[in-house]
């Protein structure tokens, strides 16, 4: 089974910084990567979707990168605000491209 | 709709009641996902249904967990004899179900049950 893991698990930064959020996975051989944001309470808004054959996806101030013969990948967001304070997890599907496997997420609180 | 939806948002039970959680996923949207998330950990894989054919159980944690979805569209998790380590949230994910690459799966509130 793949297993996914998040680093570090939780980190608070001050406004304006960038940061820099890891996933390590066991099964290189993967379809894509997901990351999603989670917001206390609220369900998963996917953020970036990377597919196998890419090295990184970017979205606003929102940058991906995938190493799969390395099993890794890494959210950077720059500029941090207050706003992206929530919960970061990562995914890949394993068993083919329908079950995902979650990280257990990186926990974020940039200060004002 | 424009999203997935689930009823109810909130459920709280006694231990030894039966529960049962809907889903609405986004409309045309072959692909249904269920997943059990514990406080502090990331959602965990229970089941997976194409069309109406449940095609993966095997994240279901016992067989009091049971998942439907008659008509290829709304799904229903049902959980008898609710135990204290059955309190998660419970989210609903849907996709188009083409199987490439870039199927991104859209998920849900999700469902909060605390058992008493």
């Known amino acids: 089974k793949q297993e996914v893991t998040q680093i570090p698990a939780a980190l608070s930064v001050p406004e304006g910084e960038n940061l820099v959020l890891n996933c390590s996975f066991t099964?290189?051989?993967?379809?894509?990567l997901q990351w999603f944001r989670q917001d206390p309470g609220k369900g998963l808004t996917s953020l970036l979707l990377?597919?196998?054959?890419?090295r990184e996806q970017t979205s606003g101030r929102l940058n991906a990168s995938l190493d799969k013969s390395s099993g890794r990948s890494t959210l950077y967001i720059a500029a941090s605000q207050p706003g992206d304070s929530a919960t970061y997890l990562c995914?890949?599907?394993?068993?083919?491209?329908?079950?995902?496997?979650f990280g257990k997420g990186n926990q974020v609180v940039v200060i004002p | 709709g424009a999203g997935v939806s689930q009823s109810p948002r909130y459920k709280v039970a006694k231990r030894g009641q039966d529960v049962a959680l809907r889903c609405d996923p986004i409309?045309?949207?072959?692909?249904l996902f269920w997943y059990q998330q514990a406080l502090g950990q990331g959602p965990e894989f229970l089941t997976y249904?194409?069309?109406?054919?449940?095609?993966?159980k095997s994240g279901l944690p016992s067989d009091r967990f049971f998942a439907e979805r008659p008509e290829g569209s709304v799904s229903t998790l049902k959980i008898q004899r609710t135990q204290q380590e059955d309190s998660a949230v419970y989210l609903c994910?849907?996709?188009?179900?083409?199987?490439?690459?870039?199927?991104?799966?859209?998920f849900g509130p999700g469902t909060r049950l605390t058992v008493l």
């Open positions: 994910a849907s996709s188009l179900g083409t199987g490439s690459s870039t199927d991104t799966q859209y």
């Open positions: 099964d290189s051989a993967i379809y894509n």
């Open positions: 990377i597919q196998s054959s890419q």
């Open positions: 995914a890949v599907p394993y068993y083919g491209n329908n079950r995902l496997a």
């Open positions: 409309s045309g949207h072959v692909s």
């Open positions: 249904f194409q069309n109406e054919a449940q095609l993966d």
